[in-house]
């Protein structure tokens, strides 16, 4: 079993940063077939929205609304998948999940509240 823990969420006003870091782990100490890890954000009252993500291999994805500011960046040896996000907007505003996705399942972190005041 992997467990996601999640760290750096807070208040920032409109234009600052934010560092948020997802460190997986497992019982058995290793994870096998990493697919990739990333970010999801969920507002009030919409849906869980792919933020970011880094397949294994180096490719990323970003959704159209963070390009340009967020970047997302991964410790290999440290399972340890970060988001660096500038230039913040109250519309980023959501709790942000960390996601880690093998060729057999999907692990969700539970969650870190991101909120940005205008």
């Known amino acids: 079993q992997v467990q996601l823990g999640e760290s750096g969420g807070g208040m920032v006003q409109a234009g600052g940063s934010l560092r948020l870091s997802c460190a997986a782990s497992a019982a058995s100490g290793t994870i096998f077939g990493i697919n990739a890890m990333g970010w999801y954000r969920q507002a009030p009252g919409k849906q869980r929205e792919l933020v970011a993500m880094?397949?294994?291999?180096?490719?990323?994805n970003y959704r159209d609304s963070v390009k340009g500011r967020f970047t997302i960046s991964r410790d290999n040896a440290k399972n340890t998948v970060y988001l660096q996000m500038n230039s913040l907007k109250p519309e980023d505003t959501a709790v942000y999940y960390c996601?880690?996705?093998?060729?057999?399942?999907?692990?969700w972190g539970q969650g870190t509240q991101v909120t940005v005041s205008s």
């Open positions: 880094l397949i294994t291999g180096g490719r990323t």
């Open positions: 996601n880690l996705a093998t060729f057999g399942s999907t692990y």
